[in-house]
């Protein structure tokens, strides 16, 4: 079965420092990958995703991952981080053949501080 | 487009009560997801509807959990007798079909005291 690690469950930075937050997955196949955060009191929200082809994704509000297969990770990064990105982000793959089900990981809350 | 929503967006309720939470998804959309997040957990999937038809339910926790989807619109869930375990977030998904749990709702948080 699939899985998720999101190693570090509380990041803290400054804002307009670089950010990356990492995750590893283990997973048979090659993975449908997914970054989806959570602001307070919103849904989940898709940051990007990466099904095939490049293996640097570019995403909504600056974000950027990169698919890493020998390292079995799709850390997100951004450059220059804004007191608005402050949230809960969740790292996600998908299972191949349809891809329905997603599995989640237990998510990294980032603090940004001025 | 306006996005799924989910009602309420919390509710409290006593051990052995009965509480139903509803998703709506976003138009036009087949596919229904329910996921929960517990506590300090990751978001575990509970099923997957394509329209009415329950196309996965391998997450539902137990039998005190009934999930419907009446005419393929809008899904209800159901949990009957509510226990302190069951406590958490419920989220909603939907997506047309080929894409996955793509568009998420704001959550409803359960509180069993």
């Known amino acids: 079965a699939q899985s998720v690690t999101q190693p570090d469950i509380h990041i803290t930075v400054s804002e307009g420092a670089s950010l990356e937050l990492r995750c590893n997955y283990s997973?048979?196949?090659?993975?449908?990958l997914f970054w989806y955060v959570q602001s307070p009191g919103q849904g989940l929200q898709l940051l990007l995703k990466?099904?095939?082809?490049?293996?640097l994704v570019q995403g909504i509000k600056g974000f950027e991952a990169e698919f890493k297969r020998s390292q079995s990770s799709f850390n997100l990064r951004k450059p220059s981080v804004h007191w608005s990105d402050a949230a809960e982000y969740f790292c996600?793959?998908?299972?191949?053949?349809?891809?329905?089900?997603?599995?989640f990981g237990i998510g990294t809350k980032l603090q940004v501080i001025p | 487009e306006a996005g799924v929503t989910q009602f309420p967006s919390h509710s409290v309720i006593e051990k052995g009560q009965t509480v139903t939470l509803r998703c709506d998804p976003i138009?036009?959309?087949?596919?229904l997801y329910w996921y929960r997040r517990v506590m300090g957990k990751e978001i575990k999937f509970l099923l997957h509807?394509?329209?009415?038809?329950?196309?996965?339910e391998s997450g539902m926790p137990n039998n005190r959990f009934l999930a419907e989807r009446t005419g393929g619109t809008y899904s209800t869930l159901k949990v009957q007798p509510a226990e302190l375990e069951d406590s958490g977030v419920y989220f909603c998904?939907?997506?047309?079909?080929?894409?996955?749990?793509?568009?998420f709702g704001p959550g409803t948080r359960l509180t069993v005291t």
């Open positions: 998904a939907s997506s047309h079909q080929g894409q996955g749990a793509r568009y």
């Open positions: 997973y048979g196949a090659t993975p449908y």
């Open positions: 990466y099904f095939s082809g490049d293996t």
């Open positions: 996600a793959v998908v299972t191949s053949g349809g891809y329905q089900k997603v599995t």
């Open positions: 138009s036009g959309h087949d596919n």
């Open positions: 509807f394509v329209k009415e038809s329950k196309q996965d």
